[in-house]
């Protein structure tokens, strides 16, 4: 699915955060958002998602206004750095949810939710965890998990929030190629918030640079490190190498 942002602003209590934002992400293409603390990456994932509203602006998906559409009409698969799995159930369980919880109507039957579970563990290699709780696994295997859960709804994006940014140098750069292989076999567009330069340009096709509320470059690795497009990209790239 293809997704049109144009001219999208957003305020809280007066303070924009968002100053005009105009982005296109084409389908199945998988792009990061890269900026310091506070640039406004995390609002702008979370009016796609439909947890927070613009003030101004168009956001368009695939030829539908999304704005018109309520969160649950998105199918968005969401995962947040914080890992939100429910300590109260087993990884199956958890990857089930988004699927169990339907209405009646279009809750798909249960040994059909079983397979699809089945199908992601193997997906994304925690075959051996389905039976566990998330406190018996590690950061980087409830990510996994989380992503899993994510998928289970087929979404028809999937929005990343800096959801390595937990987890230790090592295990963050296993999960960068394992997430880049989901990508890759699973084809969904997806957008990706970190503040780490290496995870952005390592994972992204292209890379998207934020500045307090404004795009302020979108490219690939060279054309940023070698043409940073203004003084606040080429201090953001020098401070943070
Ligand atoms: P980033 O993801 O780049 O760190 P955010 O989008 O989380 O940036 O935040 C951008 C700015 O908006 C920050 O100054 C933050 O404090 C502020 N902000 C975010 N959400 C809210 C909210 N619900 N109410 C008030 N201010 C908010």
Do not use: C
């Not at 089930?96 to 009646?104: D, E, H, K, N, T």
């Amino acid at each position: 699915m293809s997704i049109s942002i144009e001219n999208m602003t957003k305020s809280f209590g007066g303070t924009p955060v968002l100053r005009g934002i105009d982005l296109t992400v084409e389908s199945g293409e998988l792009v990061a958002l890269l900026g310091p603390s506070g640039s406004g990456k995390t609002t702008l994932l979370k009016i796609i998602a439909g947890l927070e509203w613009p003030d101004a602006g168009a956001l368009d998906v695939h030829g539908t206004d999304w704005l018109r559409l309520a969160a649950q009409d998105r199918r968005i698969g969401f995962v947040f750095q914080h890992y939100a799995l429910f300590p109260h159930m087993s990884v199956r369980d958890n990857i089930a949810f988004g699927l169990s919880v339907r209405p009646r109507a279009t809750r798909p039957p249960k040994a059909q939710i079983a397979a699809k579970v089945d199908e992601l563990l193997q997906f994304l290699q925690i075959t051996h965890l389905g039976e566990r709780y998330p406190v018996q696994l590690s950061g980087g295997q409830r990510q996994r998990v989380a992503l899993g859960r994510a998928l289970a709804i087929e979404p028809s994006i999937l929005l990343l929030d800096e959801p390595f940014g937990a987890l230790d140098a090592a295990v963050r750069r296993d999960l960068r190629a394992w997430l880049r292989d989901v990508h890759d076999q699973t084809g969904s567009t997806t957008i990706f918030v970190t503040h780490d330069q290496e995870e952005a340009f390592e994972l992204a096709d292209r890379v998207v640079v934020m500045g307090d509320g404004r795009i302020e470059q979108i490219g690939n690795a060279d054309q940023i490190h070698d043409h940073p497009a203004s003084p606040f990209v080429a201090r953001f790239m020098g401070a943070t190498v």
